[in-house]
């Protein structure tokens, strides 16, 4: 059974820097893909970031593009979220998901995930 688990949340000031870690049961060139997305009070869960295939092609949402960067260590079987420039409204609990595919429509869309970390919050003070 695979299993993701995410790790490195925490409560940090704006401006400041943080880095999710998220480790795999499975091997991640299993996955198609391996996304973050993150979830704030009382909102949608929303895409974050992901790394596609085998080159390892990455998309960002606009909200978090420079700032964010997704990475992932294949030998390890970890995915990264390198967090700069950090803001309030970045707070959120942020999951960790992967996809294995076929992709049926949009690689940002978190239908498209089947598998899922318990999340790790992220809380920036302003």
């Known amino acids: 059974q695979v299993q993701l688990v995410e790790s490195g949340g925490g409560l940090v000031q704006a401006g400041d820097s943080l880095r999710l870690s998220c480790v795999t049961s499975?091997?991640?060139?299993?996955?198609?893909?391996m996304g973050w997305f993150r979830q704030a009070p009382g909102k949608e869960r929303e895409f974050v970031a992901t790394?596609?295939?085998?080159?390892?092609?990455?998309y960002y949402a606009d909200s978090v593009k420079g700032r964010f960067t997704i990475s992932r260590d294949v030998a390890k079987d970890t995915v990264y979220l390198q967090m700069n420039s950090l803001k309030a409204e970045d707070t959120a609990v942020y999951y960790c998901?992967?996809?294995?595919?076929?992709?049926?429509?949009?690689?940002?869309?978190?239908?498209?995930?089947?598998?899922w970390g318990q999340g790790t919050q992220v809380t920036v003070s302003s």
């Open positions: 790394v596609v295939g085998s080159d390892a092609t990455t």
């Open positions: 998901a992967g996809l294995k595919g076929p992709l049926m429509g949009w690689v940002s869309s978190r239908y498209e995930y089947k598998y």
């Open positions: 499975g091997r991640t060139f299993s996955f198609y893909a």
